[in-house]
């Protein structure tokens, strides 16, 4: 399927938003698009976002933003654990939360699972804004199913990550009850997870539900937000389950180099709006 349309001499891609609302992005170079046989995979050069990852469509990250959501997603569970050493993603195919994992001289293995191998290759080759060319010797690759391989891995890890993309075609398993239980099996007795949750302010139904599903598995959940301009809606949330109690102290000493998170950040991500806490109790 062609998901750039020329007009009036300039090339646009228009994603559907749940067929209710169109983004358009003014693009200047179409730098890459192959069809593996999971998803078409694209790198696009836009005007006001820079090069991004496209799945069949769908902006994945950005060169201007992708740092948010991947610093958010990584250094609040990281800086959580007390002492996180075997880390799992499952999705990050564009490497930009492992390369955020890295960043941790205690983390002494990476495992990132990706169902899609030409997803890491092409980000590695042509987003390096997000990947950062990712090289440590310490992140290893697996292109597999990430919901078989966490069933394969009771009482592994001490943080898993789940980078995945929106709950629709590969990614929808990786929102469902069955596999947030096999992510808590293959926690250690001390781990923690992490999962984005979609938009509060267009995808309600799916937040509730995430959180629904980790607070049945995990005893202490958490919510937290970031605002990602890529995202519909802007504003961006993440679920967190622990199976021991949270610290929140530990956020205070925070000091990665980084663009987006600081400890003042780390610390107010957990304040959320009204609306957010009455859709999450009710």
């Known amino acids: 399927m062609n998901y750039i349309k020329e007009q009036n001499g300039q090339l646009w891609l228009t994603e559907d938003e749940r067929e209710n609302l169109k983004i358009s992005y003014r693009i200047k170079e179409i730098i890459y698009s192959e069809r593996s046989p999971f998803q078409h995979v694209m790198i696009l050069d836009s005007y006001d976002f820079g090069r991004m990852l496209v799945l069949d469509g769908v902006v994945q990250t950005t060169s201007i933003d992708g740092h948010i959501y991947n ?20 999705g ?11 960043k941790y001289e205690e983390v002494e293995e990476i495992h990132l699972v990706e169902i899609d191998e030409l997803v890491v290759q092409a980000c590695k080759e042509h987003l390096p804004e997000v990947s950062g ?5 310490r992140v290893q690759y697996v292109y597999k199913d990430g919901v078989q391989f966490v069933k394969d891995h009771v009482n592994t890890y001490d943080v898993i990550i789940i980078d995945s993309s929106d709950p629709i075609g590969p990614a929808q398993v990786l929102f469902e009850y069955d596999f947030y239980k096999s992510v808590h099996e293959a926690l250690k007795e001390d ?7 979609q938009s509060p302010i267009f995808h309600m139904d799916v937040l509730k539900q995430t959180y629904a599903n980790i607070r049945h598995l995990f005893p202490h959940v958490h919510v937290y937000t970031a605002t990602v ?16 109690a949270v610290s ?3 956020l205070t000493t925070f000091a990665k180099q980084t663009k987006y998170a600081n400890a003042d950040v780390l610390n107010q991500c957990f ?10 109790q009710s």
């Open 71 to 90: 610093e958010m997603i990584t250094h609040v569970p990281l800086s959580l654990h007390p002492s996180p050493k075997k880390v799992l993603i499952i």
């Open 92 to 102: 990050g195919g564009d490497c930009g939360a492992a390369r955020e994992v890295a």
């Open 133 to 137: 060319n990712l090289s440590d010797p």
């Open 191 to 197: 781990g923690m997870m992490v999962c984005q949750s």
């Open 229 to 244: 301009p890529t995202y519909p809606g802007g504003l961006w949330s993440f679920t967190l389950g622990a199976k021991q």
């Open 248 to 250: 929140f102290e530990r």
């Open 271 to 280: 304040c959320l709006p009204q609306f957010m806490k009455e859709h999450l």
